[in-house]
Structure formats: structure tokens, C-alpha cells
């Protein structure tokens, strides 16, 4: 017969997998108290492998000796939310449980388990666990006016502006503001624009960059004040397929284009200024973010589609990790480099996606996709409230997508 190298109260400590395969986590020894020891039997003898990051005994546990997951318990001082995760090497924080407990049973696997009922508060409550779970959820909202594609973008959820694109024929100066309802026709743009980038909110936004006719780039800029456009002061390098980001009409952030450019500038609600450039050089990227905090991704290089991901801190870019896919003509929304929405555009794969990603300041993860598979769209809002709309460049859509991340739509009821 083989021990466990580490004696433990039988009561205290947890456990999961099976006969041959089995793995116990915590609990409490004679002494000197609780331990974070784990170990892993493989049918003749057990091992020590790394320990949990909190002792605990009386704990939760459910898996396998490879993808294991602990939540609750006792770590010596109080009754705890916290949860680990096991990949069959380390333990990793993750997100609590919502309501702290000892003595509680579970059941299930490492990426859908369940707990119920223990002490002291956890009564007769059930809380269910999932791991890489899609939630999120898009509901279709009511038409654009005018179906376009490749145009410029500001706001929110419920108040989003759509200006310039791309309409048959030709470049629209057409202006739409979203009110979470529908949409409604206001003063167009000075120039009829397409291929522009937006910053901004519904009152106070810029457009900037794009093609004012057929293979014409231009540096043009004008300010929005929530009722009609001023032209401004050009950017430094005239481009189209540009990115922006930004938090009003004082504030803004234009980056990368075409011809194919790493440039980078900040407006300052007078001037443009050249900063730190890209890492990677593309065109037709997402874009979430504030012009001091925010995220670039996807997009195309000089010679293929690509992946790649950056943030931006105010003055540097720095490359994290990259997209699931490789996308181009993608749309974005969030508020900070650690939290965006990544949604539709164009893959090696599929002429035209639905797919959403979820940007946490670290990874990208799948979402729930769109309902209407489109590429060059717009985006507004924010990582669990956000807005899809139109897109496309022949045929055109008008289609509009409302973004609720926590799966939870409400709607007025007469």
C-alpha cells in the first residue's frame, strides 16, 4: 500500500478523479494547519506536484488529474469565494464563486461543474460553473437608413452615429444617429467619405482620413458637435482603411491605413501630432479604446491578413496576444486596452464572419457570434454593450446587432 506524503484530516481535504487517476488538494494536517500540498495517484502511488496558491480544507471539488477545478472552503481565518483552476501543472486564480462556503459538495468537470447547499451561507443555493462559456448574446435592432459599408463610427450602444461609406455609387455624406431604437437622419458630412475612421461620442465626434473619390486618399478632418460637422485641420499623412479611437472631438487616436502605414497621430481638438508608430504596418484593423488607452487588432499587412494585436498606453504600442483568427476589416468595441469586443470582418476562410471575440486585458476568447455575417462594418460601446451595424460592399447592409455581454436583454413590455 502507497500514503499520501502529506497526512491529512480526511474530513478537510478534497478530492477528484478516479481509482487510477486521482488527485487531492488541501486540507488541514496534524500540524502546523491548512495546507495548499496537492497530489496526484496514478493507480500504485501518489506524487506531489505544485500546490494551490490559498490552503484550504473543506473545500469543492470537481475533474480530472489533468483540468480540475476548486472553489470555497476554509483558509484558516475565514469562509472563502475563492476558485482555482488545474491544467495538469499549475493552479491558476479565477473568478470567485459568488457566495463564500465550507463543507460543500460539487459535482461535474473542470469547465462545467456545479456546487450546492454548505455553510454557513450557502443555505440551499446552486451555482454553476463554466469555463470558456459564450453568453453573450446579439439581438437584431431596427434598420440604417441608408445601407453602406466602410464608414466612419462613434458612440454608444444606445447612441451611435454612422457617417460617410460606401454607397451604390459611390461615397456617402450621409449622417445617422442611433438612439437605441432606431435611426435618424441628421446634417451630413462637408465631403462625401469613404473608407474614413470615426472617434468620439454622439455629440462630440471626428472623422478623419478615407477616400473622397476613387483612389483619392485624403488628410481631411471634421468635428461633430451633436448637430453638424466643421471641417479642421488635416492629418499629417493622408490615407484611407485607417483605424481611430477616442473619447470626444478634443481627444483622438488615427493609426495605421493604406497605402499600407504604421502611423500613428493624436489630435488634440486642434492639431495633429505624429506619436510612436505600430509595430506591425496594416490597414483595416479594429479598434477599441480611448486615444490614451486602447486596442488595435487584426487587419491587413502589405502582404497578408493578419492576426496581430496591440495596445496603446498613451505613448507605445506594445504587441500581446493575437486573435483566434486571422481577420481583416473587422469591426471593435470597448472602452480600455483591457476590455474590448471584436466582431465580423473577413478571414482566409470565409469571405464574410459572424464571429465575436472577447478581449480581457490578456486574451481573446469566443463569443456568441452575430446573426448576419458582414465585413466592413461599424462598432460602439463598450466590451458588454455594444452595437454592430451595416457593412459590406456589395451587397450593402443596413442591418443593426445590439451586444449584451451578460446574456441578459431587457425590453419594454406595453
Not at 446552486?126 to 446579439?138: H, S
Not at 455629440?203 to 451633436?226: D, I, Q, R, Y
Not at 505600430?278 to 491587413?300: C, E, V, Y
Request: cysteine-free; overall charge negative.
Amino acid at each position: 500500500m502507497d500514503y499520501l506524503d502529506t497526512t491529512r484530516a480526511s474530513i478537510d481535504s478534497t478530492g477528484s478523479g478516479t481509482s487510477t487517476a486521482a488527485m487531492v488538494y488541501g486540507g488541514e494536517p496534524p500540524s502546523p494547519g491548512l495546507t495548499a500540498n496537492t497530489e496526484i495517484w496514478n493507480g500504485s502511488a501518489w506524487a506531489e506536484v505544485n500546490n494551490l496558491n490559498t490552503a484550504r480544507g473543506d473545500s469543492a471539488g470537481n475533474g480530472t488529474v489533468s483540468a480540475a477545478i476548486v472553489a470555497a472552503g476554509w483558509n484558516g481565518t475565514a469562509v472563502t469565494a475563492l476558485t482555482e483552476s488545474w491544467d495538469g501543472s499549475t493552479w491558476t486564480e479565477v473568478n470567485d464563486i459568488n457566495i463564500a462556503r465550507v463543507r460543500v459538495p460539487g459535482a461535474g468537470t473542470s469547465t462545467a461543474g456545479i456546487i450546492f447547499g454548505g455553510e454557513p451561507l450557502g443555505g440551499t443555493s446552486t451555482e454553476e460553473w463554466n469555463a470558456d462559456f459564450a453568453y453573450g448574446v446579439w439581438v437584431t435592432g431596427n434598420s440604417m437608413n441608408t445601407a453602406r459599408g466602410r464608414f466612419g463610427d462613434a458612440g454608444t450602444q444606445t447612441a451611435a452615429l454612422a457617417f460617410g461609406g460606401e454607397i451604390v455609387p459611390g461615397q456617402s455624406d450621409a449622417t445617422e444617429l442611433y438612439n437605441g431604437t432606431a435611426w435618424a437622419e441628421l446634417n451630413n458630412l462637408n465631403v462625401g467619405t469613404r473608407q474614413l475612421a470615426g472617434a468620439g461620442n454622439s455629440t462630440a465626434a471626428l472623422a478623419f482620413g478615407g477616400e473622397t473619390a476613387p483612389e483619392a486618399v485624403t488628410a481631411k478632418a471634421e468635428s461633430w458637435n451633436g448637430t453638424s460637422w466643421t471641417e479642421v485641420n488635416d492629418l499629417n499623412t493622408a490615407r484611407n482603411a485607417l483605424s481611430g479611437m477616442g473619447s470626444n472631438n478634443t481627444a483622438a487616436l488615427a493609426f495605421g491605413g493604406s497605402p499600407t502605414t504604421n502611423a500613428t497621430e493624436t489630435w488634440n481638438g486642434t492639431n495633429w501630432t505624429e506619436v510612436n508608430n505600430l509595430n506591425t504596418a496594416r490597414d483595416k484593423m479594429g479598434a477599441a479604446g480611448t486615444s490614451t488607452s486602447g486596442l488595435g487588432f487584426g487587419g491587413q499587412t502589405s502582404t497578408a491578413t493578419t492576426a496581430a494585436t496591440e495596445i496603446w498606453n498613451g505613448t507605445n504600442w506594445t504587441e500581446v496576444n493575437d486573435l483566434p483568427i486571422a481577420t481583416m476589416q473587422i469591426a471593435g468595441a470597448g472602452s480600455s486596452s483591457t476590455s474590448a469586443l471584436a466582431f465580423g470582418g473577413e478571414n482566409p476562410g470565409e469571405a464574410s464572419t459572424a464571429k465575436t471575440y472577447l478581449w480581457d486585458g490578456t486574451n481573446w476568447s469566443n463569443e456568441n457570434s452575430l446573426n448576419t455575417a458582414r465585413f466592413l462594418l461599424g462598432g460602439a460601446g463598450t466590451q458588454t454593450a455594444a452595437l454592430a451595424f451595416g457593412g459590406g460592399d456589395g451587397p450593402l447592409f443596413a442591418a443593426t446587432e445590439e451586444w449584451y455581454g451578460n446574456g441578459i436583454v431587457t425590453e419594454n413590455v406595453d
